[in-house]
């Protein structure tokens, strides 16, 4: 099957299940930035809530996911002030809840490897 012919197939689909289609085409490498920031805000979320360490969150996207580095090491590189500038755009234009950024004190911790693992909230899981 050619590709317009798949697409024609899951327009079809997509059309029996009441759904409507939204292509990325245009906007591929914005998207998928938007995906990444919003990945890097529930990773820190985590951490916040008490569910895993930065270190075991990095590990198990490394391992896990394949991904080169863990969001915590990602957002190390970035900065947490890049990332909750991109964050809150994100918010604004899209609205929901998980991608509101997280507070920035929170951020600092994440980004601080000698901090992270220490986090008051990391402690209670454990």
């Not at 317009?4 to 689909?13: F, M, N, P, T």
């Not at 950024?101 to 909230?121: K, L, N």
Request: glycine share 10%; proline share 5%.
């Amino acid at each position: 099957m050619s590709e317009r012919g798949a697409l024609a197939v899951l327009e079809e689909l997509l059309m029996e299940a009441g759904l409507t289609q939204d292509s990325l085409s245009a906007r591929g490498g914005p998207a998928a930035t938007d995906l990444v920031y919003a990945s890097l805000n529930r990773a820190v979320a985590m951490v916040e809530q008490g569910y895993a360490g930065r270190k075991a969150v990095d590990t198990a996207m490394r391992l896990g996911c394949g991904l080169p580095v863990g969001p915590f090491e990602l957002l190390a590189e970035v900065g947490r002030d890049t990332v909750h500038a991109v964050l809150s755009d994100l918010h604004s234009r899209i609205g929901p809840i998980t991608c509101r950024a997280r507070h920035r004190s929170t951020m600092f911790i994440a980004a601080s490897p000698q901090a992270v693992d220490s986090h008051p909230a990391h402690a209670r899981a454990g």
